[in-house]
């Protein structure tokens, strides 16, 4: 059961910069409505995250920031320009890193690069600089002869990442970034980015599923549910908006529920599997406590127990009422946006 919407900073601090501002926006594909109402803005130099299922509408709200598709409803202004009615000139200040691998397999990196900075006209002498540079920035300086197909998929990832800085943008788009990426590879693209951020003064607005990438790499997370955010703070912020100091995980042998209704400071119990629970509490030592002298005296067995603090699980299941890992995951086009009444 989904909870009031938390929004504990959605409005910007008096005198910092909006780098993108979206406001009261609305994308509607015939009867279905696949954006509500969504209003947000990103300040200059943060990584502003959009968290949620795939269908959640992340993609959609890109697409539009981003100028693939109009708004139905509402306004978009990023680096000052409504992309409206400057879709020009909202282009050529941001950078756009599709879900998708797009890069040309047969041809080399540094053909991959120099075509995409010729699209954006930036002058030959210039454009020999920045891939120069943006190689050395994702580690691919030694592999710009390469052909693309030969590259592993971490890599290729890189490539897309330096082909969308090629032009010097001022706001990087990434849709789902690591998707498809091993652990090692993932962790790598999150050092790379925000590092990027940090030496390149860049903005940057991603859309994810992954908790872990959220948590990590996001000054702010937007969660979207059903094309409607739910909730919008830092990943701190948003932890402690969740009854609950403590979640303690516990598995029995067997599942059971005669315990549930005797545990006390418990703000809700979450079955994950047979006999597999996750309790939010006030108190995570006491709750410890109490599942050992429960588990004693109804002749359970406990097979382990464990305590931590509440998760951007639980902060998503709180304000959706489900786990976001329970959600499926399915590939989705960037660039293709659903025919008029087709689910996206």
């Not at 539009?64 to 400057?86: F, R, S, Y």
């Not at 315990?259 to 599997?273: F, I």
Request: glycine share 8%; net charge negative; hydrophobic share 40%.
């Amino acid at each position: 059961m989904s909870t009031q919407a938390f929004y504990p900073d959605q409005n910007l601090i008096a005198g910092t910069a909006a780098a993108i501002e979206v406001s009261h926006a609305v994308k509607r594909y015939g009867d279905f409505e696949a954006v509500k109402d969504v209003s947000f803005a990103v300040q200059e130099g943060e990584i502003f995250g959009l968290l949620g299922p795939n269908g959640a509408g992340k993609s959609t709200l890109i697409r539009m920031m981003t100028t693939l598709i109009p708004l139905t409803g509402g306004n978009a202004v990023v680096a000052g320009h409504d992309v409206a009615k400057e879709p020009d000139a909202v282009r050529r200040v941001i950078g756009v890193i599709p879900q998708a691998l797009t890069s040309d397999p047969d041809l080399t990196v540094e053909e991959n690069l120099s075509i995409y900075a010729k699209l954006y006209s930036v002058p030959k002498a210039e454009r020999e600089k920045n891939i120069a540079s943006v190689l050395e920035a994702v580690d691919l300086t030694k592999w710009r002869g390469a052909q693309t197909k030969t590259l592993s998929g971490g890599m290729r990832r890189r490539l897309e990442i330096a082909r969308g800085l090629v032009h010097n943008p001022h706001i990087f788009f990434l849709d789902e970034p690591t998707t498809g990426l091993d652990p090692v590879s993932r962790i790598a693209v999150w050092e790379m980015l925000d590092n990027l951020r940090r030496t390149r003064n860049l903005t940057m607005l991603l859309t994810t599923h992954y908790m872990e990438e959220a948590d990590k790499l996001c000054d702010r997370i937007a969660i979207v549910d059903h094309g409607t955010l739910v909730a919008l703070g830092t990943p701190i912020e948003l932890k402690h908006s969740v009854p609950g100091a403590n979640v303690v995980e516990v598995h029995f042998d067997r599942e059971t529920s005669e315990w549930k209704e005797r545990l006390e400071g418990v703000t809700s119990v979450q079955a994950e599997s047979a006999g597999f629970y996750r309790v939010l509490t006030s108190s995570g030592s006491r709750t410890t406590m109490q599942l050992v002298e429960l588990a004693a005296s109804l002749g359970e067995t406990l097979t382990s127990l464990s305590v931590q603090n509440t998760t951007l699980d639980d902060v998503f299941v709180h304000y959706t009422g489900r786990q976001l890992r329970d959600e499926q995951v399915k590939p989705a086009a960037f660039t293709m946006p659903p025919r008029p009444g087709e689910r996206p």
